[in-house]
């Protein structure tokens, strides 16, 4: 990993945005208000653009309308961090970037979160498709910071954090954090995220029953059924694993609110994994292509 860093752009933030232009700009500056193509001209300040359309003009740099708008970090740090991030098969934590980096903890955490959210991917079709197989299963991870109603029935997951997830054998990932793993949320994550001619595998939980699929089996977890032939689970069970490892191993704390950008992280590098054919490169690549459109605040407004 450290022989990464001796790339120009890891070197100054000047060289830095050299590198970050001619990656989103391959044909020449987009504004970033109009979206107008190569119509714009360079000001005094480096770095900085005009947009020559009559109806705009409006001034924009390369992180203007990015998760890196308006940030005091220097640029190189900025992709320092997109690529000690992706690089991680685990993560890396807020502490041990703020060292690495030389920032102080807040600006770490915050930056970590930013490219969390430039990691998440949405818009994206169904899994799946004909002859291919989904996996699916509901995992709990840390308490609800809110208790559910006392009037629910008590049972071991009633107070805990639930993420339902989806996975195409040999494809993609696909996790989500809902406030409760019942037959209606899944079922419509399972509507919204899964081909209808998909094979769908799960284990025995009535949660899956009845979802719009070609063929749904199960394999029987309670009776030490745990692979019939390719009925298994076993895909997506070891994701939660790296999950889970990642999570206490690394992260060990994780406000409610900021789970679904943690699920976004391990969702992206599992997507982008070496099985696959990504290199670490290429996996901070794709991160940083997400950049655009994502503006996160410390304190969102109301």
């Given amino acids: 990993m450290s022989n990464a860093f001796v790339a120009p752009h890891f070197q100054s933030p000047e060289l830095a ?3 970050l232009e001619k990656l989103r700009w391959p044909e020449g500056p987009i504004c970033s208000h109009c979206g107008t ?3 714009a001209y360079s ?15 409006k001034d924009f740099t390369v992180t203007t309308g990015t998760v890196m708008e308006r940030s005091h970090i220097p640029l190189n740090k900025w992709l320092m961090a997109f690529y000690l991030l992706n690089a991680s098969k685990k993560g890396m934590s807020a502490h041990q970037l703020h060292r690495a980096l030389k920032l102080d903890y807040k ?7 930013r490219i969390r959210e430039a990691m998440r991917s949405g818009g994206l079709g169904p899994l799946g498709g004909e002859g291919e197989i989904i996996e699916a299963d509901e995992t709990y991870f840390g308490r609800m910071e809110e208790p559910s109603n006392p009037a629910r029935k008590r049972s071991k997951t009633a107070n805990k954090r639930a993420i339902v997830s989806l996975v195409e054998r040999g494809g993609n990932v696909r996790s989500f954090h809902v406030a409760s793993a019942d037959k209606d949320s899944v079922q419509t994550i399972l509507k919204q995220n899964v081909d209808s001619a998909s094979r769908l595998y799960t284990d025995e939980s009535p949660l ?8 749904h089996e199960t394999v029987r977890h309670s009776a030490g059924e745990y692979v019939r032939g390719a009925v298994h689970t076993n895909t997506i069970e070891g994701y939660f694993s790296i999950f889970k490892r990642g999570m206490r191993g690394v992260y060990q704390h994780c406000k409610e609110k900021h789970l679904h950008r943690y699920l976004a992280e391990f969702d992206h590098r599992y997507n982008h994994r070496v099985a696959l054919g990504y290199s670490d490169i290429d996996r901070t690549l794709a991160a940083i292509k997400g950049i655009e459109g994502k503006r996160l605040m410390y304190r969102q407004p109301d």
Avoid at 43 to 57: D, N, S, T, V
Avoid at 107 to 113: K, V, Y
Avoid at 208 to 215: C, E, I, P, Q
Wanted: proline residues 3%; glycine residues 8%; hydrophobic residues 35%.
């Fill in 17 to 19: 945005r050299e590198w």
């Fill in 107 to 113: 600006s770490a955490w915050f930056m970590c979160h």
């Fill in 37 to 39: 193509i190569g119509r």
């Fill in 208 to 215: 899956y029953r009845g979802a719009k699929v070609l063929d």
């Fill in 43 to 57: 000001l005094k300040k480096p770095g900085w653009y005009r947009c020559a359309e009559k109806e705009c003009r």
